[in-house]
């Protein structure tokens, strides 16, 4: 069964830093992409950022150049440097992995193609 774990999350002000971790287990993913993705009450979940296999990141534009995604394939991990934390960073943010290979930037950057997900990790940023 494959699980995704993260880990990390919590309670910062507005310019902080915090670090998410996911483990997976269950399968190895060195071949397909692992992301992040957010959601806030009341909103829909959204992209935060992908890494591909080979190490090509895509970010939202809310997060460019704050957040920087990166993953150790070994270990089949995958994290999220999170700096200059917003308010409007707060959300439940969810670890998801692709099922197979995806070299479509649409589809490594799309909610529904993610096949296995976490359970999520609360990050509150207070102003």
């Known amino acids: 069964q494959v699980q995704l774990v993260e880990s990390g999350g919590g309670s910062v002000e507005a310019g902080g830093s915090l670090r998410l971790s996911c483990v997976a287990s269950g399968r190895t993913f060195t071949s397909s992409a692992m992301g992040w993705f957010r959601q806030a009450p009341g909103k829909e979940r959204e992209f935060v950022a992908t890494?591909?296999?080979?190490?090509?990141?895509y970010y939202a534009s809310s997060v460019k150049g704050r957040f920087t995604i990166s993953r150790n394939s070994p270990q089949n991990t995958v994290s999220l440097q999170m700096n200059s934390l917003k308010a409007d960073d707060t959300a439940v943010y969810y670890c998801?992995?692709?099922?197979?290979?995806?070299?479509?930037?649409?589809?490594?950057?799309?909610?529904?193609?993610?096949?296995?997900w976490g359970q999520g990790t609360q990050v509150t940023v207070s102003s």
């Open positions: 890494i591909t296999s080979g190490g090509t990141a």
């Open positions: 998801a992995a692709k099922q197979r290979p995806e070299a479509s930037r649409r589809r490594l950057t799309t909610r529904g193609t993610f096949a296995y």
